[in-house]
Each structure stands twice: as C-alpha cells, then as structure tokens.
C-alpha cells in the first residue's frame, strides 16, 4: 500500500468499502408497519446531546437575542400625509383656476395593484 495517499483517496476507499459491505449484508426492511412507525420514531427522538444544547440555548438566550438598538427621536416621514405636486387641467390641457373637489386613491401598483389606502375626497 502506498503510504502517501490523500484524503481524498481514503475517503473514497471507505466509501468504496462501507458500499460493499451494504452489498454484502444489506439491512432488513421492517416486516409491520408498526416496526416501521418505531424505526421513524427512533430516528426522530433527540438522543441527549441535542437535548443539551437546546436546554443551553434557552437559558442563554437573553445573552444572545439582545433588542435592536434604540431608535433616535429625529422625525421621520408621516404616515397620515402624502406630498403631492401637480398641476390641475381640463380635458384638453388648458390650466385651471379656482377652487376645485378632488378625490385620491392610492394603490401599491400601477396597474392590477392592492388598495393601499382609502378614497380620500378634498372639497373647496
């Protein structure tokens, strides 16, 4: 045997190897499907390591899940005023002047949106 080999190439044999045990001895199906239910029962049961480490995660976890850092008081953008600028025509463009009722709806999308926000009405 070489006595040079890489990981690479023992990893490989031992894959190699445990594939032919397989082979050689394959493991027995569950003849009932309560053996069945059993086996994926074991499988699913935490062996006592894992139930360690979760114990210590809960009673670390005020150390580790600590609060976002806390907001500054400097204003922010309002959440009851839209800012809109815009110049108000009739249908074929010319200028209007005077006091006029409008009506805002405001949806997330430009077309096939969710409404965002009710119909909102201004009268002069």
Same mark, same amino acid.
């Given at each position: 045997m070489d006595k040079h080999k890489s990981? +690479?190439?023992?990893?490989?044999?031992?894959?190699?190897q445990c594939y032919a045990?397989?082979?050689?001895?394959?493991s027995p199906e569950p003849a009932t499907p309560s053996a069945r239910l059993r086996r994926v029962?074991?499988?699913l049961t935490p062996n006592g390591g894992t139930l360690l480490l979760i114990a210590l995660l809960i009673a670390t976890q005020s150390l580790w899940a600590r609060p976002?850092?806390?907001?500054?008081?400097?204003?922010?953008?309002?959440?009851?005023?839209?800012?809109?600028? +815009?110049r108000l025509a009739d249908n074929v463009g010319t200028p209007l002047d005077g006091n006029y009722g409008m009506s805002f709806t405001l949806y997330d999308?430009?077309?096939? +949106?969710?409404l965002v926000g009710g119909k909102v009405s201004l009268h002069p």
């Open positions: 990981f +690479g190439q023992y990893f490989s044999e031992m894959l190699t045990d397989r082979q050689a001895h394959p029962l074991a499988w976002f850092a806390a907001t500054t008081n400097a204003p922010g953008p309002s959440t009851t005023t839209v800012n809109y600028q +815009g999308a430009v077309s096939a +949106g969710n």
